[in-house]
Each structure stands twice: as structure tokens, then as C-alpha cells.
């Protein structure tokens, strides 16, 4: 525990440092990770956890911090991913010395580390609410580091309200909680009315998640940070939603059926429309939050699925369920902090984010090229990588219980069957344009001429998650082991051997992984073979005999994306600017898309247009006169003394 | 088991109606449908085929799969409209809307109190979907001759509910709807002629502006 | 390692091509034509792996790994699907994920190696693609999963093993919805007519041979050896569901396996020669979703 502590000491002493030498909480912060990573490792590694408690003078209030499986499992990526992004974002923020202030970011950068960490070991609801407070307020000044672009505050003001309003709901549920058991330590809570408690939860923790339709500010915050910034914020401090639900789970006792339908359902909606929203942008950083939201909703059929598996008392089904989502936590935490890592440094080589421009990168930056590639083969799902491997036991779990349970629990399984199937499908193709339209091809702009592959510090955090992603794909069997005491926490059955009937799929998928490599390589060899001493020419790409090809001749992004949109078009809405060349001869002409989120136009906007309307009706109270608030307030206390004294 | 494969083409007949985008397609199914009904009701009855079972059954099969074809496509070819279905609500969205109906009349199957669940239950639930999707034609398609298709569809899913359940005088149930069916489809053919003589189309959507 | 284990595989390597022959001559023969022989498809492969290469300057790695990458998904691929009860090389409950997935892997690398070459004919077969087999996947595993429940297994090779003509009496209609499924996901994985024309060679209207105009020699003979596997690999899935032989006896059962591959490759020429391809992308669009209807029907009804 002591260990632990010293590195958030360490954590925010260098964040201090850091106002007057940037690169001094840079320093400080890889220290904390790594001293901050031997604990975790040794509770998982089957050690027993710690913990300690010391009072406060707050209200209700305990320092009360504890070490269990949970906490451990999510303390590794916080501390792995922490330190790489900030390895990056080192080099990646050099463009902005002397304009804006390099040391206020990395202040807030190791203070939100720091808050992340007590977040996930605090055990009392006053520590965690002033954590998770803090959690939000340093990521809004991360996110705002740009402020002088308007769409940045912008961004980041969604952010912030969408943040205290979550927030709100979670506040409502522990004093819900509290109320009953009469303390705010995690341990005393006693559950009673746990529907309305789980319902509290699920709004309040998927606000920061991201499920739908509480996600409408992960597509704004996201591309107005900076890279780093965006690749921690997608890459754990979302799943900081997901401990939480997965916390209050824990304290919440059995739960009916209808919490694995609604997560079920959450899952599918985030899952679907979060990836058809990736599909229509065409702001890299954009695609890549909307598809956050999308493996948040994967998370969710998988938390889904475990928990019908309680609910139904059917061990291999929570099991896995359980395990496919934590392990897609540790595995999103990994690909797509690699991905923004990656569009960053595209963004940082070519100064722009817009997809349509980009093009032909793969030969000006190899290296980003191949790791962008790991990621985006990861993130579809696709063996022999790590996303397949949890979606693979989320699968496993959905298709043992829809063949051996009834309908009830069948019906949804089903669900999520069909469900991953078309994330998986939809995802691949986001991914394809996205690759192949940014690092393939020829360059759509002139910009991309001057694009070089980014200095050392920067490829090597990619190269790092890169292999990250390649060996948990490939050790999947020993990886998996890793997982049974925070299952056992998590469904409070004994699980020593719950996980065996996925080691033997896990192992023979492994296996048959080594033998495409093997293939691979012996392809590649005999292709060699075969071309050796034969004519191997290169010229153009076929063009069908047209006389001056150009590449903006190329398929664009949204036109590869144009049938699927079309297909779903009711739900996704896209506005089109089209102005036609008029008359017989071309003409200048222009075709812009701009695809608004769901949830914000429909649901969030009329929403707030209709509060702002009733709160405007009351603007008659505000009248300036010093005299009538005098008033108001002798009446409240008037009414107040009235009311007690009665 | 028979049985069981006549239901299952009956639910394949009902999804092609919601999947279809042509009336003559559409009018053919419902045509398929009646013939399909006839045997069932052949089926249900095979221990005890009197003369009056045989002449209500084949009677019907003829009347629902050659005569009401044979009216309605008289009815379009006056009326000289587009074969096309208008529906407001698309294909893909109509046909998994039906899959989704399909699960809500097992599960509402499941909990009505039948007499012999185990031997009916499916029919039941087909007789159900049938009604649902009878319905949903009604309400999401623009055509008059739709609207008509979709009334026979929930007419060929009482008809089933009444084989499955009605034990005593199926007969008097099955005349009674055949006789309820012919009344309408005549009367229904001669509205829509008249409808498209005054109009030159046959949407009952624009139908409302009648009233102006 | 026993020779019975190797069987099913071999049969994948050594007859696959001889499939895409049948499908040709029975196409010729309802032509009036007498076709090619039918062991064309070995000649092309040989001849094509005598040729050089010619690579486009625009192109990088990633079209020079795409093919190689494609044929060794496919090829372990092969490994996981039975011969009707000819149970297949690597079997483990929930190899039916992997199997779908590794063919996912086959087509995402084929769309980037059409992305690769910067044509804009390649990105309209890149881009139709992955339309299609976004929504043909739901449909294969929904179908998978309805076969799954009825023999109460998670693995391709046990769920085949039991579908003998007694699982035929006893839920012969929701097999047979099924197969009806699982005939329009073949089609659309392997580009035919409903879904795609294998042998025009119009850009606006191909989606796979349009993907592949660039790849030459070599490349174009694993492209060509991956796609006849593919068929194989697919076909195994139907053939072993209308042949429903089980004698125990592998030999038997893969001959009657055989047999049923050489139906499904004749009812396959047959719907290319009596159709026309459909319009894209609203009908095809339209013919898989309804895929996807069936195969959930399918389950629903298996639920009860």
C-alpha cells in the first residue's frame, strides 16, 4: 500500500516540478508508473491485498484505500499507459513550446494520473467523489490546452457539463446508499432497493464511459485534445466508468435478470451506432472516439453476459462474460491508445486530421504505417491479436448459453451474438478506409510531401503498445490465468477452474495462430523462390486507359463508406452541402458531409432548449434590485423559522 | 411434423410480404397462403374427412388461391396503376420488425392458457404473427390493394387460430370466415376501380385531401 | 498423426479447384456450350505461377503481403471445418468464432490491397465488399449458432458429426432454413451471381474480380488457390448439411462429404445460369438481410 502511495507522492510532487521544468514531470511520472506497477503485479500474481484506513476530519469522510484483485487489474493499464503516452507526448508537444504553457499540462497530466489511481482504491464515497472530481476537472484542462480555437472550449465545456452531470447521478446513489447502512465506507454499504441504486449507476458511470446516449461529449473532447491526451482519456480513463459499475456491482448483492438485459441492450446500441458514427466521419480523431464508444459497448454486452450468467446461476456464462470484459479493457487500453498515438503522429508529421486530405503516408512513415496497421487489425477483432482473444470468450460465453439455457436468458445472447457479428463486421470496414485511405494510395494534398516518420520518443511508446497488443494475442492461455481472482471477486464463486473450458479453445487458437505465421513465412519463401531469376517490373496502377489519372481520382473516404451509410441512412442522418456545377462545361464544384451525433440532436439539445426555456420564464425573479434579493432572502428565512419552530 | 412444415412455409409466406417491393409478387403470396391455410385445415381434420370438411377446404383453397387472385389483379389492371408497393416503412426495417413479432407471439404463446399447449402451441403463435403481420401491412403501406392484402393475411391468421383451437364446429367457423372474406374482397374490388376512376390513383394517402 | 486426421484437409488442398471446374461446366452446359475442362482451374494456377510479376509503383507492402496473408488465413481456415462426418483437423469448442473470423481476416487484407494500389476501380469492389460482408456475417453465425443449438455443441466438427437424417425428421424445417441461410452467405462470400458476376470484367459492376485487376503472377495464383478454398471451406458447411450420412466410418462418410460438395457445386452452376445478378446495393443488401431473418427465424423456432 506504502508503495503504492509513495508513487502518487511522487506522482504530484512532480506534477509541482513539472510547473517550473516540464521535463521534470515527465521524469517523475515514469518513475511513479513503474514504482506503482510492482504492487498491482503482486496482488494478481495470487498475493493478498492491502489496505488502510485513516480517519479524516471530513464529514462521513475516510482515507480509506484498500489493494484487492479489481483494483490491481485495473491499476496496470492506468500505470502502463500513463507512462508511454507521456514518453510521447513529450516530443509530440514540442511544436507548442512558447505558446502555450507546456508546464500547466504536464501538471494537470500527472494530477490526473495521480486522481486516477486513488479512484480506483478508494474505498470511501468521499474520497472516490473528490477523486473522481479531480479526475474530471484536470482532464477538462488537458483537454483544453489549445484554447485559443474556439471549437476546443467549445469541446471542452461539453465535456465538463457532461462530466458534473454524471457525476450528479452518482452523488444521488451514494447518498442513497449511505443513508441505509449510515456510513460512506465501500464495505458497510447495504443494499436495498438495488434497482433503483443500479439504474443511478449505470447513468452516472456510463456518463464517463461513454454508453449510449450518455456519450455525447467523448466525440468532441477527444479530437480537441492533444494525442496523448486523447490516447489516456480513450485508453483508460473511460474504463475508470466501467470500475465503477463494476464496483458498485460488487456492493450491490444479486441482481435480477433485467440488469443483463439493459447492459445487453446498452451494449448493442453503443456497439452499432457508435461504429456506424465512426463510419461517416471523416476527422480522423473523431472516427477513433467514435469507436471508443463502439468497444465500450463491446465492454457492456460482455458485462451484460456475465451478469445474466449470475442472474441464471450459471457459472461458465458469468465466467466468461466477466473475463471477455475486463480482458477488452486491458486490450482497448492497448490498441487504441496505439491508434491515437499513431493519428497523431500523422497529425503531427502533416498538420491535419482530415482523412480526405491524407493519403500514401505508409511510404513517407513505415513505421507509424505498421503499427497503425496492428492496431487497426486488433481493434476489428481479427486473429491472431489481442481483440479477437475477448471477443472470443465473450462469444464463447454467448453461444454456451443461448445453446444451453432457455429463452429468457437465450433471447439476449442472441442478441449479443448478431450484435458482435456486426460490430466486428462494420469496425473492419471503418478501419479499412481509415488505413487505407490515410497510409495508402497516392497523397490527396500537397501538405503530405513534407510528411517525415516522427523522432524516436514518439515510435517508440507505438512499437511498445504494438507488441503489446501482438504477444497478449499470442500468450492468450497464460494471459487468461491471470484473470480468476478478480472473477472471483466479481461473481463471488469460487473460479479456480471456471476459465478451464476456454484454455483449450485458447491454446488451440494459439496454435493455429503459429501455424499462419509459419504459412506466412513459407508463402513469402516460396513466392521468393518462385519470382527469382523471372521478370519483376513495376509501373503504373492500371488505369483503364484514361490519359492524365490523378489522385484525387482516388476513392475517398466517404465514398467507400457511402453504401453502408446509405443502408442506415434513417439512423445516421448525414447533411449533405452539395453545389453543383452549373451549365455544360466542369466547373469548380463541392460536395461537404457533416454527419451530427444522434444523441446530441435528438435527445441532448431539445433537452436543454426546453430547460432553457422553462428556467427563461423565471427571468422575472432576477429584477437588479438589491432591495428584492434582500426580500428574497428575509422570506427564506422567514419560512424557514416558521417551518421549524412549527 | 407435417404440420409443423406447413407453419413454417406460413411464416416464410408472411416474411415475403413484408420483404416484398412488387404487388403482383405480393398477391401471389397471399395466394400461396390460402392454398397453404386449405391444407392445414385438411390436416387437422384427417381423422374424421367428411364430405362437408372435404368441400369446405378444397372450396376454400379455391376461392383464396384462384378467385381472389383473379379479382385483385382484375382490380389493378382497371385501376392502371405502378406495380409498385409504397410503404412508409422500407423492406429491411419491415422484415426485421417481423422477426421481432415473430419472437413476441411465441413468448405471448407461451403464457396464454391453452388447451393443449404442447400440440398447438406453434400454430398459435403463427396464427398471432399472421394477425401482427396483416396489421403492419395495413398500417405502413399506401396502396389500397396493400390494405386489402394485409386484411386477407389477418384473416388467413384467425382462420388458423379458429383450426387450432375450435374443436366442436370448426366448420361453421371456417364458413363464417369465408363468407366474411369473399363479401369483402368483392366489395373492396369494386371500391378501388371507382376509387381510381374519380382519383387516377389508388394512395390512400392522398386520399385524406378528400376532405377539403 | 493418422492418416485419417490428414484426410479432410487433403481433400480441401488436392480437390479444391476441381470445384470452381464443376460450377464452370455445369454453367457451359446449360449454355448449349461444351465448356472448359474441367481441370482448368489447375492449369491457370500453374500456368499463372510460371509467370513474373509486375507491381504497381503506388503500391507498398501491404499489397505484396495481402495475397500471402489471404491464402494462409484460408489455409488454417481449412483446417477447422469437417467433410460432413469427416470430422476436421483442429476442433474446439467455439472453432466456429475462429473459422468466421479468419475468413474476416482474409477479406480485410484483400480490401487494403485494393486500397494499396490508389485506383478508384479498386475502391468500388473494396468499398461494396465490405458492405456485403459486414452484413453476411451476422447471418453466418446467427445460422451456425441455430445449427449449434439443435446438436447442443460449440464445435463445427461435433455439430456435423451429428446431423444425421434422424436430426433431419426431427427438425427438418429449421434446418432447411438453415440452408437456405447458409446458401446466400456462400454466394455472397464468393462472388456469385446473385450477388456478384465471377465473369465479367466490367469495373462498375464486379466487386471481386475488381479488387484483384492489379496483382499479377504469383500473388494472382495464391489470390486464385485462396478463393477456391474459400469455396471449398463454405461449400463444406452446406454440403454437409444436405448429405446427412453418418456411418462412423470416415471413409464413407467423406465420400458421401464429396458427394455433397459436388451438389453444392452443381445447384450453384444451376442459380448462376437461371439468374440474373441483383441490383447493387439495395437488393443485395435486401437478399442478406433477409439471410440474416432466416437464419434468426430459424433459431427462434429452435427455442421453444
Known sequence: ?646 | MNADVILILLVLTNLRLLGASRLGASIRTVAVQGVLLGALALLAHHNHLTVAVLVVALGGMTLKGVVFPWLLFRALRAAEVEREVEPFVGAIPSLLAGVAALGASLWLTARLPLPEPSHSSLLVAVALFSMFVGLFLIITRKKAISQVLGFLVMENGIYAFGVGLVVDSPLLVELGVLLDVFVAVFIMGIIIFHISRESDHIDTHKLSSLRD | MKLIALLQPLSALVLSPVLLGVINRTKAWFAGRSGQPLLQPYYDLGRLLRKGAVYSRTTTWVFRGGPIIGLAAVLVATTLVPLGGLRATLRFSGDLVLFAYLLGLTRLFAVLAALDTGSSFEGIGASREVTFSALAEPALLLGLAALARQSGSLSLSTIYSLLSADAWLKAGPMLALVVGALMVVFLAENARIPVDDPTTHLELTMIHEVMVLDHSGPDLAFILYGAALKLWVLGSLLAGLIVPVRTGNPWLDGGAGLLGMLAVAVAVGIVESSMARLRLPQQVTGLLVGAGVLAAVALILSLR
Open chain 1, 1 to 646: 500500500m506504502f508503495l503504492l502511495l509513495f508513487a502518487v507522492g511522487i506522482l504530484v510532487l512532480s506534477g509541482l516540478a513539472a510547473l517550473w521544468r516540464p521535463r521534470l514531470g515527465i521524469g517523475g511520472l515514469v518513475t511513479a508508473c513503474v514504482i506503482g506497477l510492482v504492487s498491482p503485479v503482486r496482488v494478481l500474481a495470487g498475493g493478498a491485498g492491502e489496505s488502510l484506513r485513516l480517519a479524516w476530519n471530513v464529514p462521513y469522510g475516510a482515507f480509506f484505500v484498500q489493494l484487492d484483485a479489481l483494483s490491481a487489474f485495473f491499476l496496470i493499464p492506468i500505470f502502463g499507459l500513463s507512462a508511454l503516452t507521456a514518453i510521447y507526448g513529450d516530443e509530440y508537444l514540442a511544436a507548442w513550446r512558447g505558446k502555450n504553457s507546456l508546464g500547466a499540462s504536464w501538471f494537470f497530466f500527472n494530477l490526473l494520473v495521480a486522481s486516477m489511481v486513488m479512484v480506483v482504491v478508494a474505498r470511501n464515497a468521499i474520497l472516490f467523489l473528490t477523486a473522481w472530481e479531480l479526475m474530471a476537472l484536470t482532464s477538462f484542462f488537458l483537454v483544453t490546452f489549445e484554447d485559443e480555437t474556439e471549437s476546443v472550449r467549445d469541446a471542452g465545456w461539453t465535456y465538463l457539463v457532461a462530466s458534473h452531470l454524471g457525476t450528479a447521478f452518482l452523488l444521488a446513489m451514494f447518498i442513497l446508499l449511505g443513508r441505509q447502512s449510515g456510513s460512506l465506507d465501500f464495505n458497510r454499504f447495504a443494499p436495498v432497493n438495488a434497482g433503483a441504486l443500479f439504474l443511478l449507476a449505470v447513468v452516472g458511470f456510463g456518463t464517463k464511459a461513454g454508453f449510449m446516449p450518455f456519450h455525447v461529449w467523448l466525440p468532441e473532447a477527444h479530437p480537441a485534445a492533444p494525442s496523448h491526451v486523447s490516447a489516456l482519456m480513450s485508453g483508460v480513463m473511460i474504463k475508470m466508468g466501467i470500475y465503477g459499475l463494476l464496483r458498485t456491482l460488487m456492493f450491490l448483492g444479486p441482481p435480477p435478470l433485467w440488469w443483463g438485459w439493459l447492459l445487453v441492450a446498452i451494449g448493442l446500441s453503443s456497439g452499432v451506432l457508435g461504429v456506424l458514427f465512426a463510419l461517416a466521419q471523416h476527422d480522423l480523431k473523431r472516427l477513433l472516439a467514435y469507436h471508443s464508444v463502439e468497444n465500450i459497448g463491446i465492454i457492456a454486452l460482455g458485462l451484460g453476459v456475465g451478469l445474466l450468467g449470475i442472474s441464471s446461476g450459471s457459472m461458465p456464462l458469468a465466467v466468461l462474460g466477466f473475463a471477455g470484459a475486463l480482458l477488452h479493457v486491458v486490450n482497448h487500453a492497448l490498441f487504441k491508445g496505439l491508434l491515437f498515438l499513431g493519428a497523431g503522429a500523422v497529425i503531427h508529421a502533416t498538420g491535419t486530421q482530415e482523412i480526405e486530405h491524407l493519403g500514401g503516408l505508409s511510404k513517407r512513415m513505415p513505421w507509424t504505417a505498421a503499427t497503425f496497421l496492428i492496431g487497426a487489425v486488433a481493434i476489428s477483432g481479427l486473429p491472431p491479436l489481442n481483440g479477437f482473444v475477448s471477443e472470443f470468450l465473450i462469444y464463447l460465453g454467448s453461444y454456451a448459453g443461448a445453446v444451453h439455457n432457455d429463452a429468457p436468458v437465450a433471447i439476449p445472447l442472441l442478441g449479443v451474438i448478431a450484435g458482435l457479428a456486426l460490430i466486428g463486421g462494420l469496425a473492419a470496414a471503418c478501419f479499412a478506409k481509415a488505413f487505407g485511405i490515410v497510409f495508402l494510395g497516392e497523397p490527396r494534398h500537397d501538405r503530405m510531401a513534407q510528411a517525415r516518420e516522427p523522432g524516436l520518443m514518439m515510435r517508440l511508446p507505438m512499437a511498445l503498445l504494438a507488441a503489446g497488443c501482438v504477444l497478449i494475442g499470442l500468450l492468450a492461455p497464460f494471459v487468461v490465468k491471470v484473470l480468476p481472482p478478480v472473477l472471483a471477486e466479481l461473481t463471488r464463486l469460487s473460479v479456480a477452474d471456471g476459465l478451464a473450458d476456454a484454455v483449450r479453445p485458447l491454446t488451440l487458437i494459439v496454435f493455429g495462430s503459429a501455424g499462419f505465421i509459419v504459412l506466412v513465412g513459407g508463402l513469402l519463401c516460396l513466392r521468393c523462390v518462385l519470382l527469382a531469376g523471372r521478370a519483376v517490373e513495376t509501373t503504373v496502377t492500371w488505369d483503364c486507359g484514361y490519359g492524365r489519372p490523378t489522385p484525387r481520382m482516388q476513392y475517398t473516404a466517404s465514398s467507400f463508406a457511402q453504401p453502408l451509410m446509405e443502408l442506415f441512412a434513417p439512423v445516421v442522418r448525414t447533411r449533405r452541402k452539395f453545389v453543383a456545377p452549373t451549365g455544360i462545361f466542369p466547373q469548380a464544384s463541392s460536395l461537404a458531409t457533416e454527419t451530427p451525433d444522434m444523441a446530441r440532436e435528438a435527445v441532448f439539445r431539445p433537452l436543454f432548449a426546453g430547460i432553457g426555456w422553462t428556467l427563461g420564464r423565471l427571468r422575472w425573479l432576477q429584477q437588479g434590485r438589491i432591495q428584492l434579493y434582500v426580500l428574497y432572502i428575509a422570506l427564506t428565512l422567514l419560512v424557514l423559522l416558521i417551518w421549524k419552530l412549527a
